[in-house]
C-alpha cells in the first residue's frame, strides 16, 4: 500500500512537473496592440526566417520565400518565451494574401527597393491603389520632408485638406475667403500654392525614361522620390520651410486610370 501511493504521488508529481514545463516552455502573449502608425518593412537579410501565428505554434511563411517584398506593418506583440521577452511584428504583404508574425529584428524598416534605380521608392503599389499605399506614399513623403529640414505647418495643412478636397485653388476661392471659413490665422498675402487635379505628367513622375507606369507596382517606380522633390523645389524657390500637403492616389495601373490630385502649399518669406 505505502509503495503504491508513492507511486501515485511520484506519478502525480512527474506528470504535473511536465505540464509546468510545457506551459514556461511555449509562448505567452505579454501585449498585444495596433501599431502607432503603417509602416512599410522589408526583409533585413536574405536568410530563411519564420512568420508564425500569435501563439508561436504554426508556421506559416518563410521569409526567404518573400525577399522583394515589402511588408505593412499592422500590430505589435511583446512575446514571452523561458523568462526572456520579445517584440513581435504583424506584418501583411501587399496583396493581403500574406500576413503573420515575425520577430521585429528579422525585418529593416522602409519599403523594398530594387538597387538597378538609386531614386526608386521601392513602394510597391497595389493594384488597384488602396489605402494603405495611400498612407504608405504619404509616410514615405512626409518622412523624406522631415529628413530634409521640411516643416508641416498644422494651419497650412488644413488650408490644403480645404482646397484639396475640394478639387479648387486660389483662383476660384481666395486664400483669404477659404481662411476665413476655417478660422486661421495665415497671412493670405504671404501664401503660395500648386493646384493639380490630377497631376498631368504622373506617367514620367513615375518613371522619366520610358513612361512605365507599371514600374510603381513592383518597387522600381520613382513617384514618392519625384513628389517630395517637386515640394522641396517649389519651397526652396518661395524661401520657406514651412509647408502644407494633400494628395488623394486612386485607380489602377494596370488599366491605366492610376491618378493622383496633390496640393502643396507653402509661406514665403
Same mark, same amino acid.
Request: negative net charge.
Given at each position: 500500500?505505502?509503495?503504491?501511493?508513492?507511486?501515485?504521488?511520484?506519478?502525480?508529481?512527474?506528470?504535473?512537473?511536465?505540464?509546468?514545463?510545457?506551459?514556461?516552455?511555449?509562448?505567452?502573449?505579454?501585449?498585444?496592440?495596433?501599431?502607432?502608425?503603417?509602416?512599410?518593412?522589408?526583409?533585413?537579410?536574405?536568410?530563411?526566417?519564420?512568420?508564425?501565428?500569435?501563439?508561436?505554434?504554426?508556421?506559416?511563411?518563410?521569409?526567404?520565400?518573400?525577399?522583394?517584398?515589402?511588408? +505593412?506593418?499592422?500590430?505589435?506583440?511583446?512575446?514571452?518565451?523561458?523568462?526572456?521577452?520579445?517584440?513581435?511584428?504583424?506584418?501583411?504583404?501587399?496583396?493581403?494574401?500574406?500576413?503573420?508574425?515575425?520577430?521585429?529584428?528579422?525585418?529593416?524598416?522602409?519599403?523594398?527597393?530594387?538597387?538597378?534605380?538609386?531614386?526608386?521608392?521601392?513602394?510597391?503599389?497595389?493594384?488597384?491603389?488602396?489605402?494603405?499605399?495611400?498612407?504608405?506614399?504619404?509616410?514615405?513623403?512626409?518622412?523624406?520632408?522631415?529628413?530634409?529640414?521640411?516643416?508641416?505647418?498644422?494651419?497650412?495643412?488644413?488650408?490644403?485638406?480645404?482646397?484639396? +478636397?475640394?478639387?479648387?485653388?486660389?483662383?476660384?476661392?481666395?486664400?483669404?475667403?477659404?481662411?476665413?471659413?476655417?478660422?486661421?490665422?495665415?497671412?493670405?498675402?504671404?501664401?503660395?500654392?500648386?493646384?493639380?487635379?490630377?497631376?498631368?505628367?504622373?506617367?514620367?513622375?513615375?518613371?522619366?525614361?520610358?513612361?512605365?507606369?507599371?514600374?510603381?507596382?513592383?518597387?522600381?517606380?520613382?513617384?514618392?522620390?519625384?513628389?517630395?522633390?517637386?515640394?522641396?523645389?517649389?519651397?526652396?524657390?518661395?524661401?520657406?520651410?514651412?509647408?502644407?500637403?494633400?494628395?488623394?492616389?486612386?485607380?489602377?495601373?494596370?488599366?491605366?486610370?492610376?491618378?493622383?490630385?496633390?496640393?502643396?502649399?507653402?509661406?514665403?518669406?
Amino acid at each position: 500500500m505505502v509503495i503504491l501511493v508513492t507511486t501515485s504521488l511520484f506519478s502525480a508529481f512527474l506528470f504535473g512537473t511536465i505540464k509546468a514545463n510545457a506551459q514556461t516552455t511555449g509562448y505567452q502573449v505579454i501585449s498585444n496592440q495596433s501599431a502607432s502608425r503603417v509602416a512599410p518593412y522589408h526583409n533585413a537579410n536574405n536568410e530563411s526566417h519564420y512568420i508564425w501565428n500569435l501563439s508561436h505554434t504554426i508556421k506559416l511563411h518563410n521569409l526567404e520565400n518573400f525577399s522583394t517584398t515589402t511588408w +505593412t506593418l499592422e500590430r505589435v506583440a511583446i512575446l514571452s518565451h523561458n523568462g526572456k521577452k520579445a517584440v513581435y511584428f504583424n506584418v501583411t504583404d501587399r496583396t493581403g494574401q500574406f500576413s503573420g508574425w515575425v520577430w521585429h529584428g528579422f525585418l529593416k524598416g522602409g519599403p523594398y527597393q530594387y538597387h538597378e534605380d538609386s531614386n526608386a521608392d521601392g513602394l510597391n503599389l497595389s493594384d488597384p491603389a488602396n489605402t494603405r499605399d495611400f498612407s504608405m506614399l504619404g509616410n514615405y513623403i512626409y518622412g523624406k520632408l522631415s529628413a530634409d529640414g521640411y516643416l508641416a505647418q498644422p494651419d497650412l495643412m488644413k488650408l490644403t485638406q480645404y482646397y484639396g +478636397t475640394r478639387h479648387t485653388n486660389n483662383l476660384n476661392t481666395p486664400f483669404k475667403d477659404a481662411i476665413m471659413s476655417e478660422n486661421m490665422t495665415l497671412d493670405p498675402t504671404n501664401l503660395v500654392g500648386i493646384f493639380e487635379y490630377p497631376v498631368s505628367d504622373l506617367t514620367k513622375m513615375i518613371d522619366p525614361n520610358t513612361g512605365d507606369i507599371l514600374l510603381e507596382d513592383t518597387g522600381n517606380g520613382e513617384l514618392g522620390n519625384t513628389v517630395t522633390a517637386q515640394i522641396e523645389n517649389f519651397l526652396k524657390a518661395n524661401h520657406t520651410t514651412r509647408y502644407g500637403l494633400w494628395f488623394n492616389l486612386s485607380g489602377s495601373a494596370s488599366n491605366g486610370t492610376l491618378s493622383l490630385d496633390l496640393v502643396y502649399m507653402g509661406i514665403k518669406n
